[in-house]
């Protein structure tokens, strides 16, 4: 402590650097009702933001991981994962 009251860092000359993790945005293919398609650039909060899904949901559609074949119902959206096929479905759309 400085004789002020404030804090002193151990060492005055480093200075530290906080970094900021930056999300990656993700390609995604949107399919409207109507079979309409178009692509979504976003990373995963705003996927799960859109569609009210939690991150674990997101995790098991993630090629990194080794998960088996799964589907699983959501209160608003069914999210399936096929080996090759990965999609989340909603009543109005599915990407």
Same mark, same amino acid.
């Given at each position: ?25 993700? $390609?995604? %293919? &949107? ?8 692509? #979504?650039?976003?990373? *995963?909060?705003? @996927? ?20 088996? $074949?799964? %589907? &699983? ?8 994962? #096929?080996?090759?096929? *990965?999609?989340? @479905? ?6």
């Amino acid at each position: 402590m400085a004789r002020d009251g404030s804090p002193v860092p151990a060492d005055p000359q480093a200075m530290v650097v906080v970094k900021k993790k930056t999300q990656t945005s993700r $390609s995604w %293919i &949107l399919i409207d009702a109507m079979g309409q398609g178009s692509m #979504l650039d976003v990373d *995963k909060y705003a @996927i799960m933001h859109k569609i009210q899904i939690n991150a674990r949901d997101l995790r098991i559609l993630d090629p990194l991981l080794s998960y088996p $074949s799964t %589907i &699983l119902g959501r209160e608003k959206a069914i999210v399936l994962n #096929l080996e090759h096929i *990965k999609a989340i @479905i909603t009543a109005e759309e599915v990407s």
